[in-house]
């Protein structure tokens, strides 16, 4: 089963914001991760948040964890249309990182 | 440096063949990852190394897959009589694995064809 869910599709008008929810099963994971990435390029690692935090902000991200609900977002302020790409949360309980399936974000005009 | 490299980039070979991938981390990077990420999903762990030691290994790794990181800084990654279903990205990853902080950064994979 998947340890990390998150919803497949996000449609959002350039210029909004946009909110990618996931939510993960290990609550021993230290750290909580959002990555990037675009057609044919590698994962890009966008921020990450330690458990002990309930909030990380970085330019336009907004990182909001909710550790009791297990619920991990990423706000992306300001949608761009180069924000278009597959945004991955992922857990880390020990040593490798558990990835959910992927938030293909679509950026309308 | 400007971070991990792969190669191939791409790979297709014929069902039975074995095929080698190669990954060059971070420089001062001690750890090292391999994922493996088949369409319309995320990656999957499948091993990782700190210097040379290989110290995980995941059930998805079967015994036609070997890893190797012979002297701690580039590894690769084997596949024997290779199948239909090891068509996928493959993705390498280093670390440095300091207290309190593990942040992987990925290459940009080899993604294998088997035909």
């Known amino acids: 089963g998947e340890d990390v869910e998150q919803s497949l599709f996000l449609s959002v008008r350039e210029g909004d914001s946009s909110v990618i929810n996931c939510t993960y099963t290990d609550s021993s994971s230290t750290y909580l991760y959002w990555y990037k990435q675009e057609p044919g390029a590698g994962l890009q690692l966008l921020t990450y948040?330690?458990?002990?935090?309930d909030m990380k902000q970085d330019q336009r991200l907004t990182v909001l964890l909710n550790k009791k609900d297990k619920h991990l977002s990423l706000r992306i302020a300001d949608t761009q249309t180069g924000d278009s790409a597959i945004y991955f949360c992922?857990?880390?309980?020990?040593?490798?990182?558990?990835f959910g399936k992927g938030t293909r974000l679509h950026i309308l005009p | 440096d400007t971070g991990v490299s792969q190669n191939p980039r791409h790979k297709i070979t014929k069902r039975g063949q074995n095929v080698t991938f190669r990954c060059d981390p971070i420089s001062e990077h001690n750890r090292l990852y391999w994922y493996r990420q088949t369409l319309g999903q995320g990656p999957e762990f499948l091993t990782y190394?700190?210097?040379?030691?290989?110290?995980?290994k995941s059930r998805l790794l079967s015994d036609r897959f070997s890893a190797e990181r012979p002297k701690g800084s580039f590894s690769t990654l084997e596949i024997q009589r290779t199948e239909q279903g090891d068509s996928a990205m493959y993705l390498c990853?280093?670390?440095?694995?300091?207290?309190?902080?593990?942040?992987?950064?990925f290459g940009p994979g080899t993604r294998l064809t088997v035909l």
């Open positions: 948040i330690f458990s002990n935090m």
């Open positions: 992922a857990e880390r309980p020990i040593n490798e990182i558990i």
């Open positions: 190394f700190q210097n040379e030691a290989q110290l995980e």
């Open positions: 990853a280093s670390s440095l694995a300091v207290l309190g902080g593990n942040e992987q950064f």
